[in-house]
């Protein structure tokens, strides 16, 4: 992999999605000339102490110019605490420090297999990158996604027209399945049959990586999650994101999600 490059990135644009979510795009040829679908970055939101740790975003999108080379990335966020609401307020012109890529990116597909892509909730993030990736390889691919309500489902449209087939559920019924988005993964799974060459990708809260995984190993279907431990340096320093997964041996170890991930194989995991 090549060396993460720290940017001091502008701010290109600040599209607000709604009253939570938005997707903020920066300055940052480099880094995102080397980006790969599934890595992340580090951004500190802050000059001073507060927050004192940088924060970890997949990316979301490589920004491209006009003769489409890679000018800059973008990150979906969602707005929960001081660092996140100074990107939701962040204006074009603004700088921060963006530390990336950093990670082990998703492995991509050849064109005779499916993708299935599992998104709950922000989880959503790493998949337009991935999704422009494997339709770039003429690979089919297909996203459950899921939420709370209607209003937690975003960028439809961005799919729609990547020609991405759309699975949807939301909690409280307001749009697709009612309840939670692995109800009609399972449901695929089972009519899907041996024949199709199907992986899963999946990224979202942890009880929903646990079914996903277990899914997959029902249905013996490959699956790589994108785990979401809290990271406080993401460079494999602090320990803070460690993981327990099982080595050749099927022994129990621990691993530090920033460097073994955050995307793993979703049948080595032990979950707690």
Known sequence: MPAPVDASARVLANTRLSADYNVVAFDAP??????????????????????????????FEVVRDGTGAPAGFSILSKRVGPGTARLYDAS?????????????????????SEAWMIAGGVGLAPFVLLADALRARDVGVTLFYGGRRSEDLLY???FASRRVSLVLATEDGSRGTAGLVTAPLEAALSSAGSGRDVMLYACGPEPMLKTVASLAQRFDRR???SVERMMGCGMGGCYSCVVRVLDEDGRARYVRSCLAGPVMDGKVIVWE
């Open 30 to 59: 480099e880094l995102a000339a080397v980006t790969q679908p599934g890595q992340f970055v580090m951004i500190r939101t802050a000059a001073g102490t507060d927050p004192l740790l940088r924060r970890p975003f997949s990316v």
């Open 92 to 112: 074009a012109g603004d700088r921060f420090s963006c530390l990336g890529p950093l990670g082990r990116p998703f492995s991509l597909l050849s064109p005779a």
């Open 156 to 158: 439809l449209d961005w």
């Open 223 to 225: 699956v790589e999650l």
